[in-house]
């Protein structure tokens, strides 16, 4: 099973300024790699897939980088609405795991 | 639009069993792989099951392998997770989603507490 190490655990960031999110793999994933957002008390939201594809109106300022075992995840300008927990999720082979999350709260 | 609502839920005894049901709407259901995923409270993420479109392939996490058991109806555009066996450890949100892959749709969850 792939393990996936998210860093930081929490990242505090103030409104406006960009905010980097790490996620590794414990081994290659090619870019099979996935990004999601959730909010207390609803379902995970798709931001990223393929590593670098943005999900269906998902606005631009996420972008998604990496292959391989080490990925990205930025936020250019986070917004109040950005404050979240955030997931990455390799698809490379079964079973599918998710990285511990990284908190993103609001400096 | 693409709607997904988990029923089933609820309070069960260590050993016990429950189903759980996701209805699917707003989509040729026939056409879309689907999977479970689940949540502790508090924690982190954890894929558990997948059925292909047709519902000949399905996988299962170790952790629910043997215990849970996936199927799909797609006359009734449903999913179903059948859970035996069940431990607290067990105690999670639980959610259905479309997709093989990746999951750009999910349902609202549905808690399903193990405890005695």
């Known amino acids: 099973e792939i393990v996936m190490t998210q860093s930081p655990a929490t990242l505090s960031v103030s409104p406006g300024e960009r905010a980097t999110l790490s996620c590794r793999a414990s081994?290659?994933?090619?870019?099979?790699l996935a990004w999601y957002q959730q909010k207390p008390g609803q379902a995970p939201r798709l931001l990223i897939y393929?590593?670098?594809t943005r999900a269906t109106g998902i606005p631009a300022r996420f972008s998604g980088s990496g292959s391989g075992t080490e990925f990205t995840l930025t936020i250019s300008s986070l917004q109040s609405e950005d404050f979240a927990v955030y997931y990455c999720q390799h698809y490379n082979n079964w079973p599918q795991t998710f990285g511990q999350g990284t908190k993103v709260e609001i400096k | 639009q693409v709607q997904l609502v988990e029923s089933g839920g609820g309070l069960v005894k260590p050993g016990g069993s429950l189903r759980l049901s996701c209805a699917a709407s707003?989509?040729?259901?026939?056409?879309?792989?689907m999977s479970w995923i689940r949540q502790a409270p508090g924690k982190g993420l954890e894929w558990l099951s997948y059925i292909s479109s047709s519902g000949s392939t399905k996988y299962y996490a170790d952790s629910v392998r043997g215990r849970f058991t996936i199927s799909r109806d797609n006359a009734k555009n449903s999913s179903y997770l059948q859970m035996s066996s069940l431990r607290a450890e067990d105690t999670a949100v639980y959610y259905c989603?479309?997709?093989?892959?990746?999951?750009?749709?999910w349902g609202q969850g549905n808690l399903v507490i193990v405890s005695s």
């Open positions: 081994q290659s994933v090619s870019s099979n």
């Open positions: 989603a479309r997709g093989q892959y990746f999951f750009e749709h």
């Open positions: 393929g590593a670098s």
């Open positions: 707003g989509f040729t259901f026939s056409d879309h792989h």
